[in-house]
């Protein structure tokens, strides 16, 4: 025989889930509301996804690479942490400057590398952006104020994603036929040295920023350089060995240490 007591809660019970029931629906709608006043134009407002960019393939097709002996003692401190062959220990910020050619006085050297050379076909490209890298103390191994013995002395220049980007040639030859030892290389830059010694006390260097190098390229710098760099990389001039990451590479020139204007025409771009 049921119990008398549970014919009268059950209908008690189911009341008490009805109103449990409605209390939670308006308190939904009630948030719903109040969230909607604090959002004014929610019924413009638009959802921004991720863009999903295809990966740039940087290997160079049938490409190969040497190594050629250093003409000098290993570079100390080591690449990676050295403010002369890795320029992201210095850095640099964006300034004004003259985004054209520069002609300045004095005399050149016909062999000098040639920025044009970069790219293929070559080319003047548009110049993006000016930079100005930092200063080095080497007794504190720490970064100074901006340089300024020239408006800038690093070049953004205009590229198209994924393509190629070449040695720029010049008339030197440090042995087989080959323009720049590899100073440093990473995924994203790249440092060339325009003699065998691995340093950057005399000759010409080249830092290229923003430009991603081959894989097979990388991988030889990697296991000569963990090797003790007694052989880096050798590439000749106008030998593709990567491709530009984005709209922009950077370029800086040095000669003796010393970090010149990217711009000068009677240097950089002799025939332009």
């Not at 050629?68 to 400057?97: F, Q």
Request: hydrophobic share 40%.
């Amino acid at each position: 025989m049921k119990n008398k007591n549970d014919a009268v809660k059950r209908p008690f019970l189911w009341i008490i889930f009805l109103c449990l029931l409605l209390g939670t629906i308006i308190f939904i709608l009630t948030q719903a509301t109040l969230l909607k006043a604090q959002r004014p134009n929610s019924d413009s407002q638009q959802l921004y996804l991720p863009l999903v960019a295809k990966p740039i393939a940087c290997d160079i097709p049938n490409a190969s690479y040497s190594s050629i002996p250093i003409a000098s003692a290993p570079t100390s401190p080591p690449a990676a942490v050295n403010a002369d062959i890795n320029l992201a220990i210095r850095g640099y910020e964006k300034v004004s400057a003259p985004l054209t050619l520069v002609d300045y006085g004095g005399g050149s050297d016909a062999n000098a590398p040639q920025l044009a050379t970069l790219f293929t076909p070559q080319r003047v490209p548009s110049f993006s952006n000016a930079y100005q890298i930092y200063r080095w103390d080497w007794s504190c191994g720490c970064r100074l104020e901006l340089m300024s013995g020239w408006p800038t002395t690093l070049l953004g220049m205009g590229t198209t994603a994924g393509e190629p980007i070449a040695v720029p040639d010049s008339g030197y030859d440090i042995g087989g036929g080959n323009d720049v030892m590899v100073l440093y290389a990473t995924d994203n830059r790249i440092t060339l040295k325009y003699t065998r010694e691995d340093n950057v006390v005399g000759g010409y260097t080249i830092h290229i920023e923003d430009v991603c190098v081959d894989p097979a390229l990388l991988a030889l710098y990697n296991s000569l350089n963990a090797a003790g760099r007694s052989e880096l990389p050798a590439l000749q001039g106008g030998q593709p060995f990567g491709r530009a990451l984005g709209s922009e590479i950077k370029v800086s020139v040095r000669d003796t240490g010393n970090f010149l204007d990217p711009r000068s025409r009677k240097d950089w771009w002799q025939d332009y």
